[in-house]
């Protein structure tokens, strides 16, 4: 028995003429396929496309082939009527780029009510493994000094009523302005998760941040959710990687047999057009199960992408940074089904905080490398990137002021009136740091790859990218 069904009317239909009855498909968002309900016509009034109604009734087996039970329903109550002829999502195929344009009615049909369930169970996959690896959840801000990634693609902030930049005005980095300097929306958590850190040890999120990037390609956003976690007094990145791979092999064994999951796995062509195949979607959540992910470095990488060049728009060269073409094929090649880690990236091409390489192999002057990976998966690329900090003062300094990140290495946070707001990063090392690395996790990339969809743009309940930021 299923006394009383709330959701909303899709599709009320008749046998021509003569029948009493009404058959009215009904959706709450907690599967694709709607639940039939059997209606005495004089109940049907109101019973619309798009009307939240609640359905009082009999869970009774089904004479028909399409379902097993439907509601024979003895009670009708219309809680919010719908005008079918403008209400916008009909009962028919319409794109993924109609729908965008749609945002705030686009999470009523079934497929994007199951990725909203799926993000739900993911966040609770994780929070748990988190708690159990006894990290804390943290809570970094959104406005921040600096831009961490130092690529510039950063929004500055500024109040509506800030009148700075007008005729007349003085500029919006003067003393005057809100927060006396620029400040921006974060591009990252992490440079705050360290120091958070250093108070508590192991500390993670899951935050939005927001880039300026002018991308208009399947894998961007310009604000969208990264899991990022960091760990202290760790040496070896290996524990990094580690935690990252066990991460996320533990979301996939969590989910893999939800109804969620299994509904995304089985579901009708009707369902599946816009999306990948399902038994590729299915071959990826096998591929994150799996133990013993590959490690390879970036120059074992080249060498491999040099064997096979011709097959490349760009030439693979060492101290480039890798293209998307040359990440698919590290790992569809190397990976087969399994992410694939690219460890030990060029100096040059990366961050200023990641930490040299050292040991064997680290001699070569013209070759330096620094102690960092990307995981790769098939067709998406990069899906997550980590490193190890540089923990200590001194080359920490030297980097920075060489990039002019700051202005003196003698200089402390109190002292600096630069306004680039990252003196108290290196603070950070004056008075004990100890080794720790973490990791930042594309939380939205993830999912666009678990669920198939062919863009993040999708996965995502109120997409913002270049020109387009709706509701």
């Not at 009523?108 to 993911?122: D, G, H, Q």
């Not at 300026?212 to 956003?221: G, I, M, N």
């Not at 939800?258 to 009707?270: C, E, G, N, Q, W």
């Not at 630069?418 to 003196?423: D, E, K, P, V």
Request: net charge negative; aromatic share 8%.
């Amino acid at each position: 028995m299923r006394p009383s069904v709330l959701g909303s009317a899709m599709r009320p239909s008749a046998s021509p003429l003569v029948s009493p009855w009404r058959f009215v498909s009904l959706a709450d968002g907690s599967s694709l396929d709607p639940l039939q309900a059997v209606i005495e016509s004089g109940l049907a009034e109101g019973l619309t496309v798009g009307a939240a109604v609640r359905l009082t009734g009999s869970w009774v087996a089904s004479p028909g082939a399409a379902q097993s039970h439907e509601l024979q329903v003895r009670e009708v109550k219309v809680l919010g009527s719908s005008d079918a002829k403008t209400f916008p999502i009909q009962k028919k195929y319409q794109t993924p780029e109609y729908l965008r344009t749609l945002p705030h009615l686009r999470p009523r049909t079934p497929l994007n009510a199951l990725l909203l369930r799926l993000r739900s169970e993911a966040v609770t996959s994780l929070t748990q493994f988190f708690a159990r690896q006894d990290f804390v959840q943290t809570h970094p801000p959104i406005i921040t000094s600096s831009d961490c990634e130092g690529a510039g693609e950063v929004f500055t902030l500024n109040p509506a009523n800030d009148m700075a930049g007008q005729p007349g005005k003085e500029s919006a980095d003067s003393q005057d302005s809100f927060f006396r300097s620029k400040k921006y929306l974060t591009v990252s958590t992490q440079l705050h998760l360290e120091a958070l850190a250093q108070s508590v040890g192991n500390v993670w999120t899951l935050s939005p941040v927001f880039r300026a990037e002018q991308s208009d390609t399947s894998r961007h956003l310009s604000e969208f959710y990264m899991l990022e976690a960091e760990m202290s007094f760790v040496d070896d990145m290996n524990s990094v990687m580690d935690l990252a791979e066990d991460m996320m092999r533990q979301l996939g064994t969590d989910l893999y047999q939800s109804d969620t999951v299994k509904s995304l796995l089985t579901r009708t062509p009707h369902f599946g057009q816009d999306l990948a195949p399902a038994g590729e979607v299915d071959r990826r959540w096998q591929g994150l199960m799996q133990p013993d992910w590959p490690r390879i470095t970036y120059t074992e990488a080249i060498d491999i992408l040099k064997q096979h060049e011709d097959k490349f728009e760009h030439k693979p060269v060492w101290g480039a940074g890798l293209q998307s073409e040359h990440e698919k094929f590290i790992a569809s090649t190397v990976g087969k089904d399994r992410p694939v880690f690219v460890t030990n990236y060029p100096r040059d091409i990366k961050a200023f905080y990641m930490r040299p390489t050292r040991g064997p192999g680290s001699e070569d002057p013209s070759r330096v490398t620094v102690d960092c990976f990307d995981l790769l998966v098939p067709e998406l690329c990069e899906i997550a990137g980590g490193s190890m900090r540089e923990h200590q003062l001194e080359p920490l300094l030297d980097i920075m002021t060489r990039q002019g990140i700051i202005k003196s290495p003698s200089e402390t946070a109190s002292e600096d009136d630069s306004g680039n707001g990252l003196q108290w990063y290196a603070d950070l090392r004056r008075w004990g740091c100890p080794p720790h690395g973490g990791f930042g996790l594309g939380f939205d990339r993830l999912l666009s790859y678990l669920s198939g969809v062919q863009t993040v743009r999708d996965i995502v309940s109120f997409p913002r990218w270049y020109g387009r930021c709706d509701c």
